[in-house]
């Protein structure tokens, strides 16, 4: 656990450090740190006990941020692909952690809208040719951040809704709708948030059945 505080509190800071180099316009050094978070994060959880399909979701995360590096076309859905499976990954693995909450069809609801109403907004300022795939992604992000409100904790629910709203600044920037200054701040302070505390949402669930089976047996005549 030493080992992966320690990983955790290199992330943290190499977030601060790509947060810095944003603000100040330090492309070079955003490169750097940008492609070093997820590795980071990956290794944290890795040795905190994280599945396989989490470490694999951090990991896609990773791929989709090098793609993103680069501003051709074609690295652009490169790397919307990858963070796709990542999203599958996160999809797959949360839905193995038990039934949806009570009010999960009422959130369904709500993100259901959620993307309709976005979609429906940014389709006709995307180029054409990302227009369906957008479209796609949406809906698996959407379902990804469904899935861990219904199924896990606050942590993932708010992790959930960041990764949208990280994402939704990305979608917007392709739509060239109007921009928050320094766009890519917002982008990768969102995400960076996001993928902790889908992380820490993970993480915190698997250790409530595992509290939950030693009280029982504690209190096992």
Same mark, same amino acid.
């Given at each position: 656990?030493?080992?992966?505080? #320690? ?22 050094? %955003?490169?750097? *740190? ?8 990956? *290794? ?18 990773? +791929? ?22 990542? %999203? ?5 693995? @949360? ?5 949806? %909450? ?5 959130? +369904?609801?709500?993100?259901? *809208? ?35 409100? +219904?199924?896990? +904790? ?8 960041? @990764? ?31 993928? @902790? ?13 595992? *509290?939950?089976?030693? #009280? ?6």
């Amino acid at each position: 656990m030493r080992a992966s505080r #320690e990983l955790l509190a290199a992330f943290a800071l190499t977030v601060f450090l790509d947060l810095a180099f944003l603000a100040v316009g330090f492309r070079t050094g %955003h490169v750097v *740190a940008k492609v070093l978070l997820m590795p980071l994060l990956a *290794a944290s959880a890795a040795r905190a006990g994280a599945p396989r399909l989490l470490v694999a979701a951090l990991l896609c995360g990773w +791929g989709g941020d090098v793609l993103l590096l680069s501003g051709a076309d074609p690295a652009f859905m490169a790397g919307m692909a990858a963070f796709a499976a990542g %999203h599958v990954c996160y999809l797959v693995l @949360f839905r193995r952690q038990g039934p949806p %909450h009570a009010r999960a069809r009422l959130l +369904g609801l709500v993100y259901a *809208a959620a993307l309709v109403t976005l979609v429906a907004l940014l389709w006709p300022d995307l180029p054409a040719g990302l227009r369906v795939p957008v479209a796609g992604y949406s809906t698996l992000l959407t379902a990804m951040a469904y899935t861990a409100a +219904g199924r896990l +904790g606050p942590a993932a629910a708010l992790g959930g809704v960041l @990764f949208m709203l990280s994402d939704t600044l990305i979608a917007t920037g392709v739509a060239d709708w109007p921009q928050l200054p320094r766009p890519d701040f917002w982008i990768m302070l969102t995400y960076a948030a996001a993928q @902790f505390l889908l992380v820490r949402g993970t993480l915190d669930a698997r250790r409530v059945p595992a *509290a939950a089976y030693r #009280e029982v047996r504690s209190t096992t005549p």
